[in-house]
């Protein structure tokens, strides 16, 4: 596709459980970021990546948190032994920009994945 | 502490221009003004960017004041399809954008 893509587009999960949350972002876009978005609240930065390396994960909530990438194309997030508060819309987003540049200024966000802990 | 300031909520005509305020009375001369957008249940929307000269593309015009510590996103003729949270951000690259809460635009019939 042209777009961002993230799956699952919703997940209900029980307390305890470990999620794993998929992004495939533009072809072609050197730089990735992971966000989550709780309700009726702002975007938290979560961490991002440049080709397949992570050079700022400052945003990951706990070590339950851990991201990857390969092929500097897909990523995915795991959170172990989810907990209610981990409840919110994880939106991934990419660009072609590189780190402290400028480029377009443009992040290209997917629809999110709605994460709910039960 | 924020770097912006927004009103939370905001409401339009229909047709009408938007006017959407923004203070970044603390923004650094390498840091830029984005504005971002983001309708109901979808993922943010880039809407435009500027240093120091207002900028325009055929979304909106920005338009920052001559000592950059404040900017208007304005959209020229809002559709009922424009009601979204809006967002400034001030940053020194699109690297680790920082989203607050925005301003909801409501566009009314």
């Known amino acids: 596709g042209a777009g961002v893509s993230q799956s699952p587009s919703n997940k209900v999960t029980e307390k305890g459980k470990d999620v794993e949350l998929r992004c495939d972002p533009i072809?072609?876009?050197?730089?990735l970021y992971w966000y989550r978005q709780r309700l009726g609240q702002g975007l938290e930065f979560l961490i991002y990546f440049q080709g397949n390396s992570a050079p700022d994960k400052s945003g990951l909530p706990s070590d339950r948190f851990s991201a990857e990438r390969t092929g500097e194309s897909v990523s995915t997030l795991t959170i172990q032994r989810t907990q209610q508060e981990d409840s919110a819309v994880y939106l991934c987003?990419?660009?072609?920009?590189?780190?402290?540049?400028?480029?377009?200024?443009?992040?290209?966000f997917g629809e999110g994945s709605r994460l709910t802990v039960l | 502490d924020a770097k912006t300031t927004q009103p939370p909520s905001m409401d339009c005509a229909e047709g009408r221009a938007a006017n959407l305020p923004c203070n970044h009375s603390?923004?650094?001369?390498?840091?830029?003004v984005y504005w971002y957008r983001q309708i109901h249940s979808q993922g943010p929307q880039y809407i435009i960017h500027g240093l120091k000269n207002n900028e325009t593309n055929e979304m909106a015009s920005l338009i920052i004041t001559e000592d950059r510590k404040s900017s208007t996103l304005i959209l020229p003729h809002a559709t009922l399809r424009d009601t979204a949270v809006y967002y400034c951000i001030v940053e020194s690259s699109n690297y680790k954008l920082t989203f607050g809460k925005g301003t909801l635009l409501t566009v009314n019939p």
């Open positions: 072809s072609g876009h050197t730089a």
């Open positions: 987003a990419s660009t072609l920009e590189t780190m402290g540049g400028m480029g377009s200024g443009e992040l290209f």
């Open positions: 603390t923004i650094s001369g390498n840091e830029y």
